[in-house]
């Protein structure tokens, strides 16, 4: 599960089957993308769970990406 902290609504979360379907994810996404982009790699992802898991990416050390904007929050695969 990929959640942000303090959040109490499951809003906030995002649960996936292990991690590797979250690794997997993370590998089929380009090499630049953003929120919507998320959205549209056919996991039904909406709303503010797409923003969650950029900044989720960007901030697990699995990842090896960086954050590049803010608005709109955008990452690039290292």
Known sequence: MVSRRSADSTGNQQVFDSFEALESLYADLPN???A??????????????RHM???H???HP????RLVSRR???VVKR
């Open 32 to 34: 630049q993308f953003d």
């Open 36 to 49: 919507d982009v998320v959205g549209r790699q056919g996991t039904r992802i909406t709303g503010s769970r």
């Open 53 to 55: 898991l950029v900044r």
């Open 57 to 59: 990416f960007v901030e």
């Open 62 to 65: 699995a990842f090896d990406c």
């Open 72 to 74: 709109p929050l955008e």
